[in-house]
T-cell receptor
């Protein structure tokens, strides 16, 4: 069964704007990961945040984690057309029980 | 860089056929996974393996089996393909379970069962 649920399901923005995607989950986790998938391809790992961390940065990506609310957000700043993809959160209990959500489809218009 | 390869990008089979999907990783990872991806449902775990000859069922193992005879290779087998198994199949590997390890995915196999 799915653990993470992304919100919104789809997001369309202009190049240069920021994009925020949210993920909610139901049970306790060891870490939460965000992945990106270009159309028809495999997933690529973007960033991992552990359960004892609250915020993490990687380039134009910023991830937050609120374990009390069981939610995470992925912020992409200064978006580019090349950021167009689907983004998935995955919750990891640390024992190979890793669950993915249905994803947010991001479209960045040039 | 880790490389995960899958034997086919596109595959068309007939109902009742036995189907083999192969996945190979080149970084000596312990853990390997098979998912299927369907619109609106995200990725669902079919099976995973944490060691050679070891396997565990995921959320949707019915109609599938797996084989891991060598560390680098994890095969997904559809014993008798059915139309509801038409899907995108993704293989992934990970060094170990735990708080520091991400999964590396193959490019996917889009299977159509007629």
């Amino acid at each position: 069964s799915q653990q993470g649920e992304e919100d919104p399901q789809a997001l369309s923005i202009q190049e240069g704007e920021n994009a925020t995607m949210n993920c909610s989950y139901k049970t306790s986790i060891n870490n939460l990961q965000w992945y990106r998938q270009n159309s028809g391809r495999g997933l690529v790992h973007l960033i991992l945040i552990r359960s004892n961390e609250r915020e993490k940065h990687s380039g134009r990506l910023r991830v937050t984690l609120d374990t009390s609310k069981k939610s995470s957000s992925l912020l992409i700043t200064a978006s580019r057309a090349a950021d167009t993809a689907s983004y998935f959160c995955a919750t990891d209990k640390g024992n190979n029980d890793m669950r993915f959500g249905a994803g947010t489809r991001l479209t960045v218009k040039p | 860089d880790v490389k995960v390869t899958q034997s086919s990008r596109y595959l068309v089979k007939r109902t009742g056929e036995k189907v083999f999907l192969e996945c190979v990783q080149d970084m000596d990872h312990e853990n390997m996974f098979w998912y299927r991806q369907d619109p609106g449902l995200g990725l669902r775990l079919i099976y995973f393996s944490y060691d050679v000859k070891m396997k565990e069922k995921g959320d949707i193992p019915e109609g599938y089996s797996v084989s891991r005879e060598k560390k680098e290779r994890f095969s997904l087998i559809l014993e008798s393909a059915s139309t509801n198994q038409t899907s995108m199949y993704l293989c992934a590997s990970r060094l170990l379970a735990g708080a520091r390890y991400e999964q590396f995915f193959g490019p996917g196999t889009r299977l159509t069962v007629l």
